[in-house]
């Protein structure tokens, strides 16, 4: 089943405008995963967040994790139209595997 | 690096007939590989576990004789899809994760998409 679930499901940009997507989680994690998918590719890792920490970033990507809340948030700054994707969070609880959410489809218009 | 190869791309074939897809890793040891199915605009659902050296651990409704899984190397994991029939038609994904524990992320194949006439 999955556990994680994705807010917004679709989110419509423009360039420039920084884009947030939301992941829930509902029993306790090692470490909660981003992954970028391109139409009809597979999944590209974006930054992996252990359950002790709290904030990461790579480049434009800002992770933040809220265990007492079991959230997630995934914040691209200045998107770009090449940032067009889904985008999933993971769940990790043990034994490398992942437990997907619904994703995120983000659509950045130029 | 990490990178994880998955052939084919893209299959179509006729109902009853089997397909194997590979999935390799390619510059690095994947003890553990994992097969995943997608349908269109939906997130990923696990399909099994598959450890090198040993049966692979398919997920609940997951018939394992359908869809027979072989890890028998540390490089290569495949999957075949026994007397295919439309419903298999799919997008199927393979991923890999290094042994150093749980903190590792997975690395995706590209995926095969597997239509069945």
């Known amino acids: 089943s999955q556990q994680g679930e994705e807010d917004p499901q679709a989110l419509s940009i423009q360039e420039g405008e920084n884009a947030t997507m939301n992941c829930s989680y509902k029993t306790s994690i090692n470490n909660l995963q981003w992954y970028r998918q391109n139409s009809g590719r597979g999944l590209v890792h974006l930054i992996l967040i252990r359950s002790n920490e709290r904030e990461k970033h790579s480049g434009r990507l800002r992770v933040t994790l809220d265990t007492s809340k079991k959230s997630s948030s995934l914040l691209i700054t200045a998107s770009r139209a090449a940032d067009t994707a889904s985008y999933f969070c993971a769940t990790n609880s043990g034994y490398s595997t992942l437990t997907f959410g619904k994703g995120t489809m983000l659509l950045v218009s130029p | 690096g990490a990178v994880v190869s998955q052939h084919p791309s893209w299959v179509i074939c006729k109902s009853g007939t089997s397909v194997k897809i590979e999935c390799r890793s390619l510059?690095?040891?994947?003890?553990?590989m994992f097969w995943y199915r997608q349908f269109p605009k939906q997130s990923l659902m696990l399909m099994a576990t598959s450890n090198e050296g040993s049966k692979a651990t398919y997920e609940q409704g997951v018939e394992k004789d359908k869809f027979l899984i072989n890890h028998a190397s540390l490089t290569l994991s495949t999957l075949t899809v026994t007397s295919a029939h439309p419903e298999d038609s799919s997008f199927y994904i393979c991923s890999a994760v290094s042994p150093a524990g749980d903190n590792q992320p997975q690395h995706f194949g590209d995926g095969t998409r597997l239509s069945i006439l």
């Open positions: 510059d690095f040891q994947a003890t553990t």
